[in-house]
């Protein structure tokens, strides 16, 4: 149905050099109305989004977390994670490009020489996206991994095996992802059109479609060791790394919050009844419906405010990473916003139908789609062991790590180099 080979869909138009945080917002709000009118239609559901994909990087928002110095325009934490919101209001599966994009181009400033560093960095600034080809299916756990790279007899590294949950990949001009060695994890970054690399557009949930997560293939890559970044393993900013990637997963989660209640409201004032017993005139009078929608909304709004909440700590992190109270205080806001998040999308993309009645499960509306995309995403992680290191933390005075800790401490001791 897809065809991923067609020879255009990289290609992009001039992509807006954006010059303010504020000029980034505004302009994400107009996306996500173009996006929304993708999102609203069924027929989109099974469709790679070739358009959206290229509409959010000609719109130049693919390029705001690259730093100043770089030509970029360094765009805050506060302002990368609302643009993720807004574009996740619209569409979730969007936002997880957006989501994952953003987590692979961090890695772009460390670990690379300035020659292969200033190579991305151009592209970024291009509009050319990330993806990553990180988790696999089956092994014992997330961090064991089939896919291996090995030395041949000439000395060349040979990468083979299978990725899935491929985030962004299918459209992506760069693929960050880990193997395994003899040695440890070993990262790497591969070009799209790299000799042996495999897309396939196989991604078929229930919801967030449009994130094409689905698998990459790996056959006797011969890898460019100028694309493996050299990363000391150790280090304090460890135990915050997955921060990032959370807080950024929690912006997608309030985003469908936002965006379900948005298409409620809409409904409710243009399309819904009132209920017979009611005796008012408007659904948007009904004082049950009236109460449902504050109490909604109150949801929403919390989950955005500890979103914000969280964005500026980790403002505060970035200037002082060694800090480990700020290290604690960081990990437990984020994860405070991501169970919020996941309650709030779950809770209110369920609950609408109630509301809104029969009618608006009507397939034309495709208002499920906050559901299923709520649904599908909230499972990336269980939020039951975010809630688990809150409670350890007050209860034992147990630091809170995240859940590559163990991992972090193997590689710390075994750091993964290649000469």
């Known amino acids: 149905m897809n065809d991923i080979h067609q020879s255009d ?10 010059h303010s945080e504020d000029e980034a917002i505004e302009v994400a709000k107009d996306v996500a109305k173009a996006l929304e009118n993708y999102a609203k239609d069924t027929a989109y559901n099974r469709v790679v989004p070739y358009a959206q994909a290229k509409l959010v990087s000609e719109a130049g928002l693919t390029a705001i977390s690259v730093p100043k110095e770089f030509g970029g325009l360094g765009a805050s934490v ?24 953003f987590v692979m181009v961090r890695g772009v400033f460390t670990g690379y020489s300035d020659e292969i560093r200033d190579r991305l960095v151009a592209d970024i ?9 990180l988790a696999e299916i089956g092994g014992k756990n997330k961090f064991s991994h089939k896919t291996r790279v090995d030395r041949n007899a000439q000395g060349q590294l040979i990468l083979n095996g299978s990725k899935f949950y491929s985030t962004g990949s299918l459209l992506a001009e760069w693929i960050s992802l880990t193997a395994g060695s003899d040695n440890g994890p070993v990262g790497i970054l591969l070009h799209r059109d790299t000799p042996g690399l495999e897309l396939v557009d196989d991604w078929d949930a229930i919801g967030q ?48 919050a936002v965006g379900a209640l948005n298409a409620a409201v809409d409904y409710l004032k243009h399309h819904a009844r009132p209920w017979v017993e009611s005796g008012v005139d408007a659904a948007t009078h009904e004082p049950h419906i009236i109460k449902q929608i504050g109490e909604f909304a109150a949801l929403a709004d919390a989950a955005e405010a500890l979103l914000d909440r969280s964005a500026a700590i980790y403002q505060q992190h970035l200037a002082d990473i060694l800090d480990e109270d700020l290290q604690t205080k960081l990990i437990l806001s984020v994860a405070a916003t991501r169970y919020h998040s996941d309650a709030a999308s779950l809770k209110i993309s369920s609950e609408i139908f109630g509301l ?64």
């Open 125 to 133: 600034l291009a509009g050319k996206r990330f993806g990553n080809a």
């Open 78 to 101: 506060f302002t990368i994670v609302n643009v993720v919101k807004i574009i996740s209001a619209a569409d979730a599966g969007v936002g997880q490009l957006l989501q994952i994009h």
């Open 356 to 419: 809104l009645g029969a009618s608006s499960t009507l397939s034309k509306w495709n208002l499920d789609r906050f559901w299923r995309n709520a649904r599908t995403h909230t499972t990336h992680d269980p939020i039951r062991w975010r809630l688990y290191h809150i409670g350890n933390y007050y209860l034992n005075d147990v630091p809170p790590g995240e859940y590559n800790s163990v991992l972090l401490k193997e590689r710390a001791e075994n750091v993964t180099k290649f000469k």
């Open 209 to 256: 479609n449009n994130s094409v997560s689905g698998t990459v293939n790996f056959n006797n890559i011969v890898v460019d060791e100028r694309f493996i970044p050299k990363r000391d393993a150790g280090g304090f900013q460890l135990r915050t790394g997955l921060t990032w990637p959370q807080i950024l997963h929690a912006a997608m989660d309030t985003g469908i």
């Open 9 to 18: 869909f990289l290609q992009l138009g001039a992509v807006r050099h954006l």
